[in-house]
């Protein structure tokens, strides 16, 4: 069993990771070189760079591959292929760029992050000592570099400043017509490299992951990478950030010496980003969130409506003078509201309702004064303080009140004795006469 599980193993690593050739669909459990911030994520994503700044990264194939079949002869032929994913939360401000790479070391521990792309320092760009090969996905315009643009795709020798570049994009198959790219949409691209080392001819073809290899490649140019590459090379990618943030992601790559890069199976690629989301829920949350403010909203006014219309104001004198008081809400109910088939009659300054106490079911009569002068303010308060005081058997009796901020106020009379003219023939008790009767 254990030889069994032995052979499997190496069988697993000699199909991933021959000498010429590999292919990573995804990078769950493969074997990287990483240093710095480079990280391979649970789901199986190569992360260059996490979004944070001034940073770099780097992830290489582990081996050294032979690029010369013989001593002091010429680079041989070779292809790579990768599908990528940039993300910066504003496009057009984004940093710096990320690098596939063919170098003599995988040593990157003095070169610098931001706009050297961990590729150099400020004192080594350009130099024929540093030996790589490498092409760049840049989101940053640098003049020190010549850059074209923020959005452009370029070929590298032993430094940043291209040899040749071109805003990203593809040409179609159909009409050889031109369309943009956005390198940090967070859209996942596919980047194809070859190299002819017959002819020394470098040619870089940028598509969408939904597109076949389009024919006509974006970027086409002759140099002979044999001044510049050693017997054996390393493989991998750059990255960096400067004070503009984003986040890098490499999903799958492949890379052969022996003809074109072997196909990267799409279907066992990770995810770069969130799951997507329903088309329904798209739909239904924003009206189930629109209907529930609507809602919220209403219950809110109608709560505050309620609360206004049986709002009541207490005030300093009704601590020595005022009787027992009432809810507005209490009274309200007990004439119905103030209806004008409960109204006995009219008297200063307000008008006089009878109605029936909802608890206690005692007959009231209520007299509603209004605030609208200052006049009928004047008389609620003397009325309270005048009639709560009077104890007589042939009066009526005030047996309490209500106080509203700015609108009526209510005296609350308890209709078993005869009072005042205005309070009509209501107030008549059938078993005792009037005053003055």
């Not at 040749?164 to 790219?181: I, K, M, Q, R, V």
Request: hydrophobic share 40%.
């Amino acid at each position: 069993m254990l030889l069994h599980l032995l052979f499997l193993g190496l069988e697993l690593s000699a199909s991933a990771t021959s000498n010429d050739q590999f292919v990573y669909s995804g990078f769950t459990g493969a074997n990287l070189t990483l240093d710095s911030v480079a990280k391979v994520t649970p789901n199986g994503l190569l992360e260059l760079i996490n979004g944070t700044a001034w940073l770099k990264g780097h992830a290489c194939h582990p081996n050294p591959i032979l690029f010369r079949k013989t001593a002091n002869g010429t680079v041989q032929s070779f292809s790579a292929s990768y599908m990528f994913a940039i993300y910066c939360v504003r496009p057009d401000i984004c940093g710096h760029r990320i690098a596939f790479f063919v170098a003599a070391s995988n040593n990157f521990s003095e070169t610098m992050q931001g706009q050297y792309m961990g590729l150099v320092n400020n004192q080594t760009n350009g130099k024929a000592t540093n030996c790589f090969f490498a092409v760049e996905l840049d989101t940053n315009q640098n003049n020190e570099f010549q850059d074209i643009n923020n959005n452009h795709v370029g070929i590298d020798v032993n430094g940043l400043n291209s040899v040749n570049s071109s805003s990203a994009g593809y040409y179609d198959n159909s009409n050889s017509n031109f369309h943009n790219l956005t390198l940090a949409s967070y859209q996942v691209m596919q980047v194809w490299v070859d190299y002819d080392g017959r002819s020394k001819q470098i040619d870089v073809t940028l598509a969408p992951l939904s597109m076949a290899k389009p024919i006509k490649p974006l970027i086409s140019t002759t140099y002979d990478l044999s001044r510049v590459l050693t017997d054996m090379v390393y493989a991998g990618f750059s990255s960096s950030t400067s004070s503009f943030i984003s986040q890098q992601y490499v999903l799958g790559w492949s890379f052969s010496t022996s003809g074109p890069a072997p196909a990267i199976d799409i279907t066992k690629l990770p995810r770069q980003g969130p799951e997507p989301r329903s088309k329904v829920l798209e739909i239904i949350l924003p009206i189930v969130s629109a209907a529930f403010v609507i809602v919220a909203g209403t219950i809110i006014i109608l709560l505050v409506r309620r609360r206004l219309k049986y709002a009541e104001l207490r005030e300093d004198w009704e601590v020595e003078f005022g009787p027992h008081r009432f809810s507005y809400k209490d009274l309200f109910h007990a004439t119905e509201g103030f209806k004008d088939h409960n109204l006995l009659g009219v008297g200063g300054f307000g008008r006089v309702y009878k109605g029936v106490l909802p608890v206690s079911r005692l007959e009231i009569a209520a007299k509603r004064i209004s605030h609208d002068t200052k006049q009928g303010m004047k008389e609620f308060v003397t009325e309270v303080v005048s009639i709560g005081r009077l104890q007589h058997r042939n009066l009526v009796q005030l047996h309490g009140y209500c106080h509203r901020k700015g609108k009526a106020s209510v005296l609350e009379l308890q209709g078993v004795t005869v009072g005042p003219p205005w309070t009509n023939d209501y107030l008549m008790e059938k078993h005792r006469n009037p005053v003055g009767g």
